[in-house]
């Protein structure tokens, strides 16, 4: 009898525990869209100078943002905001790959290059 009663404890500690660590891999699993790690890591705040999302995908290893906007002298400029994905599927700000264009072919261009 006793020893019926401690298997049945270790087999509810197991199932539990396995319950929790499911869940916790599930979690860990679940890929963050492109927008949501913008919003996530930006705050959910736009870019000051360019302001007027026009796609915000991945590429690679990358989520980036083309954004236009209007430049000091009145002129549309276009923006490219990058995000690395990590490989714990945490994402990480690359200020060295944020650029801003003149014409939105220089800007697709460049992202093609990532």
């Known amino acids: 009898m006793r020893r019926t009663n401690r298997r049945k404890n270790f087999l509810n500690i197991n199932k539990s525990e396995y319950q929790s660590n499911w869940k916790q891999t599930l979690k860990a699993q679940q890929r963050l869209t492109p927008r949501q790690a913008f919003n996530m890591v930006y705050n ?40 690395k994905i990590n490989s714990d599927n945490t994402v990480s700000k690359t200020d060295d790959k944020n650029k801003s264009f003149n014409s939105i072919d220089d800007a697709r261009n460049y992202i093609r290059s990532l």
């Open 44 to 83: 959910n705040q736009k870019n000051f100078m360019t302001p007027n999302i026009i796609e915000t995908r991945q590429k690679g290893k990358y989520f980036y943002e083309l954004s236009s906007g209007r430049g000091i002298e009145n002129d549309t400029i276009y923006g490219v905001t990058v995000l």
